[in-house]
């Protein structure tokens, strides 16, 4: 299940994924996600028959399949400490480091009784048998990988087709560990060869792009950055601002706790040295980020993004998949 036009959405969660921008990439040609990421099971099952609503198209949805790891627990305190001026300036309590799956088995149910096409995973792969159970009830299984040895367990695990993200991609890496060298997208489709369709994504901007990816062997280009600016995109105001700012990106682990690409603010530079541990960060920066949003205070939250960023345009997901198409 590859999107007619070779151009699919990436699922763009914590707040640019929406229905609408699902629905209208899927519309255009493309095949849209829609992400479940950091939804709760009954607000994503509203998204998704929201989704459903809107085209009778082929649609995608994204799974983070998290682990849980060792983590350093006197690091997240000691980061706790080191932010707590900002929850006093923000006038908000931290968060309340921890760790949770997001809800996965929840959310595999839900997506084994609705119309999905595509299940694609963030930061790890299904076990075979929920790789074999999806593909009984209809579903192509897509797994995320950034290094040939992710590509080889997910081919063992029996999964349809890869994302290969490469290090240009905006937001958290899909790596399924916090650790590595991120590798270029072009490289990185050179270095795996196991025997299932690639879909390209990191850095992706433009038709060139595109066709340069497809002519690296992928069969299809996931882009993200490029629709950030869609009116259907629920990307925050603060962020739409730093899209038009200028600037560079680079990776945090700041915000999160997992390493992360985006636009180079405050908080990134304040806080270079974040624990690796996720989802516990996220947990306890989620009210600084909050409250910053809500101010409109674009150097105090996270603005994912990939490296090509200033090219993004304020232009419907239609239009954007015509643009791309190669």
């Excluded at 009984?136 to 081919?155: F, K, L």
């Excluded at 590798?183 to 990191?202: F, H, N, Q």
């Amino acid at each position: 299940m590859i999107s007619r036009s070779s151009i699919v959405l990436a699922p763009l969660a914590g707040g640019p994924s929406t229905p609408e921008l699902a629905a209208a990439v899927s519309n255009a040609g493309g095949l849209g996600f829609l992400a479940a990421g950091y939804l709760p099971p009954n607000v994503f099952a509203e998204q998704l028959r929201r989704t459903r609503e809107l085209t009778t198209e082929p649609i995608g949805v994204n799974l983070f399949v998290l682990e849980a790891v060792d983590v350093d627990d006197d690091a997240i305190a000691a980061y706790a400490l080191e932010l707590k001026p900002e929850a006093r300036a923000r006038g908000v309590q931290l968060g309340r480091p921890r760790f949770d799956d997001d809800w996965l088995d929840e959310k595999l149910e839900l997506i084994a009784h609705a119309d999905v096409e595509v299940v694609s995973t963030t930061f790890g792969c299904p076990a075979a048998e929920t790789v074999a159970r999806l593909q009984q009830s209809g579903t192509h299984v897509w797994a995320t990988v950034t290094a040939p040895h992710e590509a080889r367990a997910a081919r063992d695990a029996g999964v349809d087709a890869l994302v290969v993200q490469g290090a240009e991609a905006g937001g958290h890496r899909g790596s399924w560990r916090d650790d590595g060298e991120p590798v270029p997208v072009l490289e990185l489709l050179a270095l795996i060869d196991v025997g299932l369709p690639l879909i390209a994504t990191g850095g992706i901007a433009d038709r060139d792009g595109v066709g340069a990816v497809l002519a690296a062997g992928a069969q299809a280009a996931q882009v993200g950055t490029a629709f950030l600016l869609c009116p259907e995109a629920g990307t925050s105001a603060p962020h739409r601002s730093a899209l038009h700012g200028g600037g560079e990106t680079a990776y945090t682990r700041a915000f999160t706790g997992r390493v992360a690409r985006g636009i180079v603010n405050r908080f990134m530079v304040d806080h270079p040295d974040a624990p690796s541990a996720y989802p516990h960060i996220h947990h306890l920066t989620a009210p600084l980020r909050a409250a910053a949003r809500a101010a409109g205070d674009a150097d105090g939250i996270n603005l994912w993004a990939g490296v090509n960023f200033a090219r993004a345009e304020e232009r419907p997901a239609a239009e954007i998949v015509e643009l791309l198409r190669p």
